[in-house]
Each structure stands twice: as C-alpha cells, then as structure tokens.
C-alpha cells in the first residue's frame, strides 16, 4: 500500500521561482489537506479539498494555490516563491462526509528552501 | 474557533520512567481529539483517538490519554517510556460536523539513558 506519497522530498529554489509539490494518494479519499509545519508553530493549514473540484481555503493560504482535478491528486503550487514559504509541507488525505473523525494519513513530507 | 495548546515545548525524561504531555483546548462546541507522533524526518501517525464514550483512550506502544471535558484536557501517559518513544507529539481537535483539524504546537519528547 502506498498510501500519501510526496514529491519531491527535498527542493531549494531561488526567490521568484515557481513550482508544484505533489500529493498523491491511492486509497480513495475524498479530503484531502495541505499542511506547513515550521518549529514552535505546529502544523498549520494551507488548503484543503473534500473532493475532485472543490477546494477551500485553509489557516495561511496565501501565495498558494491548489486544484483538485482527480480523487487521487491534489497538487500544490507556489506562484512565486519567497523566503518565507521555507518550511516542511505535508499532504494529508481520509475518508470525509459522515467520517470526518477518521484519522489523516500523512505523507513523508516535503522540505522546501527558498534561498 | 477551536484551539489547542501543548503546555510544554520540549519534555525530557530518563528512560523507563513515566511521561505525561499536556494538552488543552478550546472549544464552544463538542469536539473530536487525537493525538499524533512524528518519528525523525517522518510525516505524522496517529497515536490514538478520542471520539465519544469511555473517557480513557489506548493508543498503539503503551500510550493512553484521558479526556476531561470540565477541564477541556486530553493529556498524553506513558507509565515506562523507551528511548525509541523520542520523537515529537502532536495534540489535534476536529469540532463535531467539521472538516479542517486544527493541531497544537507539538512536543518534543527526549528520552536520556
């Protein structure tokens, strides 16, 4: 079982750059979620989806962006990096509707540096 | 808007003796608790969960927590900690009938030989 699966695992990009984090996962989801964590701040949440076409905002969605095309995929862009958005990114996915108390399955992360 | 607060940032204890991590929330409706473990360079795994009934939880390695509604606790035991239980924990709260979780500040726990 693969489970949430994230890439890149690691990524330095320059400020101003763009690029797409990938979240995939295999067991049929519907919610699935983008997280940052940063120390002393937990993980706070950048976009969340509760299916293929619907996506909402989270705590700190800004320069963000996030679509949700397929069940399986929810990608996550940055527009134009900046220093700030130096962080760990975690994808996160479960069952919703009547069990939104099931747990999230987490990915392994992705570390992201933006000199 | 629900919160959670873990009272301590880091927690160190020798191996074999117990451990207790805090946890506090805030919440004007019922809410659903959890509790999960991020190992070193890993995502995160749930521990244990909290949804209704029996107040005292068991999670998976001999963890439990017990949730305490008047004073809106759910604090994280172990009564014999190993040196493979150093990893950092994190307290979350998801309101009945909502979507997103909303996760604490983590704590790390280190265990000394």
């Known amino acids: 079982n693969a489970g949430v699966t994230q890439t890149p695992k690691f990524q330095v990009l320059k400020t101003g750059q763009s690029m797409t984090l990938q979240c995939a996962q295999d067991?049929?989801?519907?919610?699935m979620s983008w997280y940052r964590q940063d120390p002393g701040m937990g993980l706070r949440l950048i976009h969340y989806?509760?299916?293929?076409?619907?996506?909402d905002q989270g705590e700190v969605p800004n320069g963000y962006n996030v679509s949700r095309s397929t069940t399986e995929d929810f990608p996550l862009r940055l527009l134009s990096a900046a220093p700030s958005q130096t962080s760990v990114y975690f994808c996160?996915?479960?069952?919703?509707?009547?069990?939104?108390?099931?747990?999230?399955?987490f990915g392994d992360g992705t570390r992201l540096s933006i000199l | 808007a629900q919160s959670v607060t873990q009272l301590d940032s880091q927690v160190p204890v020798f191996e074999e003796a117990p451990v207790e991590l805090r946890c506090n929330y805030s919440?004007?409706?019922?809410?659903?608790l959890f509790w999960y473990v991020q190992y070193p360079n890993q995502g995160l795994q749930l521990l244990l969960k909290?949804?209704?009934?029996?107040?005292l939880v068991k999670g998976i390695n001999g963890f439990e927590a017990e949730f305490n509604k008047s004073q809106t606790s759910f604090h994280l035991r172990k009564p014999s900690v190993h040196i493979s239980d150093t990893a950092e924990y994190f307290c979350?709260?998801?309101?009945?009938?909502?979507?997103?979780?909303?996760f604490g500040q983590g704590t790390r726990l280190t265990i000394n030989p």
């Open positions: 067991m049929n989801h519907e919610y």
């Open positions: 979350a709260v998801l309101k009945w009938g909502a979507q997103k979780l909303v």
């Open positions: 996160a996915s479960r069952l919703t509707g009547t069990d939104s108390n099931q747990p999230q399955h």
């Open positions: 919440s004007s409706v019922s809410v659903y």
């Open positions: 909290y949804l209704s009934g029996s107040t």
């Open positions: 989806s509760v299916g293929a076409g619907i996506t």
